[in-house]
């Protein structure tokens, strides 16, 4: 499995970043067995602590097995700016049932409750490793995953429909990466979302544009800033665009626009979790040499919240760029300021014909049944879609290609138990990898005693 998830991530570092970021093969070479000794850290640590525990304690490694995966996933998640990438929860991404218990527990759990079946098989399988604590704990991992199913199921024929309607169109225009930040070709992308704009019919109240869909600092471009004022203006649409942003102070932003009816500029949405060496290089007042290994040219500086934008008398929008979306505690952060739908503006053209553009939607589909909310995600090219608050793809693009997206959706403002409460079940595994430790030390003491 992990060789699968990963696939696609070591295609973007070691081709696309040579194809499209203008490093080197042999730097890129370089960040690919970097990223890859890194990743394997966790795995490695994983088997370690396994055979090791197994041989020298109490603890059968069927408990410890599930609680240390999951407690090292969510290592991940934070641990040096974080890299939650290829979850194992992840995997069951299309099976939408099980998911649904992500809107109380959170993903970890059902990554949790995989590792939980998969060493009940293993264990059972096994004959001269059965006990009757064997047979509880298998037992009890069967209780889990119907429970979780049977959430699953009643949640889905919950109306999940309620709250203020908008209609939405999502362009992707399928610029290709390789052209997209040309002087020449800057205009023709401009003219492009404005020609997909104008070709919109009926009544829409917000059009997305994908990240950087606008390759310029729009500041400093008032001509092309007015230009969209007018267009919004004109068809009376809000228009979210994303488009570089410099501040008074001249630091550098991946922002994403929030034009309204009036054309007027209603909020700008600074991206504050940010991708090393992708958007700024770490480190590397201390380590010059790291600039070599960084498609950034100019570092871009970090927004200070995920505050949502106010879209007028309708509501709040979430912005989620890119890679921000990878993050649970992003999406809950975002809503508990006030969302009522997550947006992702993102460009997942740096993947190229890889498995890492599907990877990156499914991820989202996990944003929607954790947050309770619409999750509408415009890419440049794909996967761009409409997902809803179950989990359920209500719109879908295809890879590389020019496609409009057309549907309604409701913006919630109910927050689940996930949202208010966070990542709880992780202070649960905590507890329980202290109290095994705990016992298992007791229990080596008294046995020295004897």
């Given at each position: 499995?992990g060789?699968?998830?990963?696939?696609?991530?070591?295609?973007?570092?070691?081709?696309?970043m040579?194809?499209?970021?203008?490093?080197d093969?042999?730097?890129?070479?370089?960040?690919?067995?970097?990223?890859?000794l890194?990743?394997?850290?966790?795995?490695g640590?994983?088997?370690?602590?396994?055979?090791?525990?197994?041989?020298?304690?109490?603890?059968?490694?069927?408990?410890?097995?599930?609680?240390?995966?999951?407690?090292?996933?969510?290592?991940?998640?934070?641990l040096?700016?974080?890299?939650?990438w290829?979850?194992?929860?992840?995997?069951?991404?299309?099976?939408?049932?099980?998911?649904?218990?992500?809107?109380?527990?959170?993903?970890?759990?059902?990554?949790f409750?995989?590792?939980?079946?998969?060493?009940?098989?293993?264990?059972?399988?096994?004959?001269?490793?059965?006990?009757?604590?064997?047979?509880?704990?298998?037992?009890?991992?069967?209780?889990?995953?119907?429970?979780?199913?049977?959430?699953?199921?009643?949640?889905?024929?919950?109306?999940?429909?309620?709250?203020?309607?908008?209609?939405?169109?999502?362009?992707?225009?399928?610029?290709?990466?390789?052209?997209?930040?040309?002087?020449?070709?800057?205009?023709?992308?401009?003219?492009?979302?404005?020609?997909k704009?104008?070709?919109i019919?009926?009544?829409?109240?917000?059009?997305?544009?994908?990240?950087?869909?606008?390759?310029?600092?729009?500041?400093e471009?008032?001509?092309?800033?007015?230009?969209?004022?007018?267009?919004?203006?004109?068809?009376?649409?809000?228009i979210?665009?994303?488009?570089?942003?410099?501040?008074?102070?001249?630091r550098?932003?991946?922002?994403?626009?929030?034009?309204?009816?009036?054309?007027?500029?209603?909020?700008?949405?600074?991206?504050?979790?940010?991708?090393?060496f992708?958007?700024?290089?770490?480190?590397?007042?201390?380590?010059?040499?790291?600039?070599r290994?960084?498609?950034?040219?100019?570092?871009?500086t970090?927004?200070?919240?995920?505050?949502p934008?106010?879209?007028q008398?309708?509501?709040?929008?979430?912005?989620?760029?890119?890679?921000?979306?990878?993050f649970?505690?992003?999406?809950?952060?975002?809503?508990?300021?006030?969302?009522?739908?997550?947006?992702?503006?993102?460009?997942?053209?740096?993947?190229?014909?890889?498995?890492?553009?599907?990877?990156?939607?499914?991820?989202?589909?996990?944003?929607?049944?954790?947050?309770?909310?619409?999750?509408l995600?415009?890419?440049?090219?794909?996967?761009?879609?409409?997902?809803?608050?179950?989990?359920?793809?209500?719109?879908?693009?295809?890879?590389?290609?020019?496609?409009?997206?057309?549907?309604?959706?409701?913006?919630?403002?109910?927050?689940?138990?996930?949202?208010?409460?966070?990542?709880?079940?992780?202070?649960?595994?905590?507890?329980?990898?202290?109290?095994?430790?705990?016992?298992?030390?007791?229990s080596?003491?008294?046995l020295?005693?004897?």
């Amino acid at each position: 499995m992990g060789f699968f998830a990963y696939t696609g991530l070591v295609y973007w570092v070691f081709i696309a970043m040579n194809k499209y970021g203008g490093i080197d093969i042999l730097s890129s070479a370089v960040c690919t067995l970097l990223l890859s000794l890194y990743l394997a850290l966790y795995t490695g640590l994983f088997s370690f602590m396994i055979s090791f525990l197994e041989s020298r304690s109490y603890v059968p490694f069927f408990i410890i097995s599930p609680t240390f995966w999951t407690f090292l996933e969510y290592l991940r998640t934070y641990l040096l700016s974080g890299f939650p990438w290829g979850l194992l929860a992840y995997s069951q991404h299309s099976f939408i049932p099980m998911i649904q218990i992500c809107s109380l527990l959170g993903p970890y759990y059902i990554s949790f409750l995989i590792v939980s079946v998969n060493t009940s098989i293993f264990t059972l399988l096994k004959k001269e490793r059965r006990s009757k604590m064997v047979y509880l704990f298998s037992f009890f991992t069967a209780f889990l995953f119907f429970t979780t199913l049977f959430y699953g199921l009643l949640s889905l024929n919950r109306d999940s429909d309620k709250g203020k309607k908008i209609s939405v169109a999502i362009i992707q225009a399928s610029i290709p990466q390789d052209v997209k930040w040309t002087e020449e070709y800057k205009i023709k992308t401009i003219l492009k979302y404005f020609e997909k704009t104008n070709q919109i019919k009926g009544k829409v109240d917000l059009i997305l544009w994908p990240e950087t869909a606008l390759p310029f600092v729009l500041e400093e471009n008032p001509e092309i800033l007015k230009g969209i004022s007018r267009l919004a203006k004109e068809r009376k649409i809000s228009i979210l665009a994303g488009a570089l942003s410099r501040d008074e102070n001249k630091r550098l932003y991946n922002a994403a626009f929030l034009f309204d009816q009036d054309g007027e500029i209603k909020g700008i949405y600074r991206k504050v979790h940010l991708v090393p060496f992708g958007e700024y290089t770490p480190l590397v007042k201390y380590f010059p040499f790291l600039s070599r290994i960084s498609v950034s040219g100019e570092d871009f500086t970090p927004g200070r919240t995920h505050k949502p934008l106010d879209l007028q008398d309708f509501g709040k929008l979430g912005i989620l760029i890119c890679y921000e979306g990878i993050f649970p505690g992003i999406s809950r952060e975002t809503v508990n300021n006030g969302a009522n739908v997550l947006i992702n503006l993102t460009n997942d053209a740096w993947y190229d014909k890889s498995s890492a553009p599907f990877q990156h939607f499914a991820f989202y589909i996990f944003r929607a049944v954790e947050t309770g909310m619409y999750v509408l995600r415009c890419a440049n090219t794909g996967i761009s879609a409409i997902v809803d608050p179950r989990g359920r793809i209500v719109e879908k693009s295809s890879l590389f290609t020019e496609e409009t997206l057309y549907g309604e959706v409701f913006l919630k403002n109910e927050q689940t138990f996930y949202v208010k409460h966070g990542d709880w079940f992780i202070l649960v595994l905590v507890f329980i990898i202290v109290a095994l430790f705990s016992w298992n030390l007791l229990s080596h003491k008294n046995l020295r005693k004897k």
